[in-house]
């Protein structure tokens, strides 16, 4: 039986429904500004995270999630995010192979939409007492300005299911907006425990998902690497990331 210690950060009054819309890789290559208030009124900030640190035959391990949100009345574009795991005495503890801080895009959240990402390691050492996620900056697009056309992309939970090597399952139902299949979409989790709190998440890398159509459609995540042990199944949140948009 692995041993986990589970340390979770609430910054939000409550959960809430996965909304997508928002892509875990780059649409455009252009420099990220800053995201303090723009034309638009808004800003991307973190609004929950949480991780559960355990042990897998000896090497220390996490499971973490983020969400954050969009409160503005424009698109946000290219947000990018740094996540750190940090111990007791607010030292980082870096992943095998992966360094001591991961960054992540997320492509398009869109106005008053909340967009989550997850993902799982090795560790360097235990000991992670904290996660510490800075929003670095976004691009702001106001909605009908003509040059891009985003639209609902959301995902609703239907089971979850674990093998005898522990591995999880979570298959969901895909409600597309978008008039037109659009490709390259990735699936990740945030994982919740019976309370709500944030415990973990899976990575792009899980994702079953690739084309969706438009109108109703399903998906999968298979994570095999680093879970949670004390997920609330039914509070599992998915949010989808397309590559690109029509």
């Not at 399952?169 to 994982?191: H, K, M, Q, R, W």
Request: proline fraction near 7%; glycine fraction near 14%; charge should be negative.
């Amino acid at each position: 039986m692995n041993r986990r210690r589970v340390l979770s950060a609430f910054l939000a009054a409550a959960a809430v429904p996965a909304l997508g819309a928002c892509t875990g890789e780059p649409v455009a290559n252009p420099s990220p500004s800053s995201s303090e208030p723009s034309p638009v009124d808004g800003v991307v900030s973190v609004v929950e995270k949480g991780f559960s640190e355990g042990d897998h035959g000896g090497q220390p391990t996490v499971s973490y999630g983020v969400v954050v949100e969009n409160t503005g009345g424009g698109t946000a574009y290219l947000t990018g995010i740094s996540i750190r795991l940090l111990d007791a005495a607010g030292k980082p503890i870096g992943e095998v192979g992966g360094g001591a801080e991961r960054t992540r895009d997320i492509g398009v959240i869109l106005p008053g939409h909340r967009a989550g990402i997850g993902y799982g390691a090795f560790l360097e050492r235990a000991g992670v007492a904290s996660i510490e996620v800075t929003v670095l900056g976004t691009q702001w697009t106001p909605l009908g300005d003509g040059t891009t056309r985003p639209a609902e992309l959301t995902a609703t939970w239907r089971s979850s299911e674990r093998d005898d090597d522990d591995d999880l399952t979570v298959t969901f139902t895909v409600d597309s907006a978008y008039p037109a299949p659009i490709d390259g979409v990735t699936a990740e989790a945030v994982l919740r425990d019976a309370a709500g709190a944030v415990v973990g998440g899976t990575g792009p890398a899980s994702s079953r998902l690739t084309t969706v159509a438009p109108g109703e459609s399903t998906g999968s995540i298979k994570e095999t690497g680093p879970l949670p042990s004390d997920v609330d199944d039914a509070r599992t949140e998915i949010h989808l990331y397309p590559r690109r948009l029509l």
